[in-house]
C-alpha cells in the first residue's frame, strides 16, 4: 500500500500535468482564432483592386507582404482558397509565418491581372508599385507596425521593383527579404541589372546553396550582395532538405522543400531584430 504522502504528491503532480494541459490547449485554441484567414479587397488603382489573404496572430510584431513566384496569379477565392500556386514557399508557409508573430499577407494578381499571363512582363511596371503602394499604406493604417516585403523566386523581382520605385515614398516598405532570387532572366531583368544600390531599407538575402535552378545558382548569388549598399543587410544560406522534380519549381531545394521549420523562423528572427 502507498504511503499517504506519496499518494497526495502523486495527485498533486496529476492535478499539475492536467492544468497545464489545459493552459496549452486554451493557448493553442487562441492560436488558431487569431490566425482565422481573412480575405481583403484593396482598392489600389482606378477601377482595380488587389485581393489579400491576411493571417494575423493576436498581437503581431511586423507585417510580410508575401510574394509567390511563378507567375503569381494566385485566383484566392472569397472563402480564402488558393486557386493555383499553394506549393509556393511564401504561400504554403504563411501560417509558419503568422506563428512568428507577423501578420502574413499573402499578395495576388491584381483584379485586372487575373488571366493569363498574370504578372509576367507586369512585375516590374509602375502600376505594380502603385498596387503595392496602397496595400502598404492599408497595412500601416490596420496595424500601425513595420510593412516588409517577402518575395521568393519571381517574387523577388516584385519586390525589389517596388522597393526601388517607393524608394521616396511616403509608402516605400520599411524591409526587404530576398529568397530564391533571379540571377539570370534572358527573359527579363534580373535582381543584379536593377539599380538595388539606391535601397537603404534592411535587406535579407534567404538561398539554397544547392538550389539547382538555372537562374537561381548560389554562385551567382554575389552578383547581387556585391549590389546590396544598406547599412543594414544579411545573407542566410542554408543546405539539405529535398528535392522533387522540376528544379525551379517550389518542390525542389528551390523551394527549402523540407526546411520550412528553419528557413521561415530564421527570416522572421532577423526581421524583428532578433
Known sequence: MLPVLAIIAFAA???????????????????????????????????????????????????????????GGLQISPEGAIGWGEGNFVVRTRQLFAEQSLAAVVVDAPSDRQQPPHLNRFRQTAEHAQDAAAIIAEMRKRYGLPVWLVGTSRGTQSVAAIAIALADSPNAPDGLVLTSSILTDPAGRPLPAMPLDRLRLPTLVVHHEQDGCAHCRYADLPQLT?????????????????????????????????????????????????
Open 13 to 71: 503532480a496529476l492535478r499539475g500535468r492536467l492544468a497545464c494541459a489545459a493552459l496549452a490547449l486554451a493557448a493553442s485554441a487562441s492560436v488558431a482564432i487569431a490566425q482565422t484567414p481573412q480575405v481583403l479587397d484593396i482598392p489600389t488603382r482606378p477601377g482595380v483592386t488587389n485581393r489579400l489573404l491576411v493571417l494575423a496572430p493576436a498581437k503581431p510584431r511586423a507585417v510580410a507582404l508575401l510574394y509567390a513566384g511563378g507567375h
Open 226 to 274: 556585391d549590389k546590396l549598399q544598406m547599412p543594414r543587410k544579411h545573407v542566410l544560406g542554408f543546405t539539405g532538405g529535398s528535392s522533387v522534380g522540376d528544379p525551379c519549381e517550389p518542390r525542389a531545394y528551390h523551394g527549402f522543400n523540407g526546411l520550412e521549420q528553419q528557413v521561415v523562423p530564421a527570416i522572421a528572427r532577423w526581421m524583428l531584430g532578433g
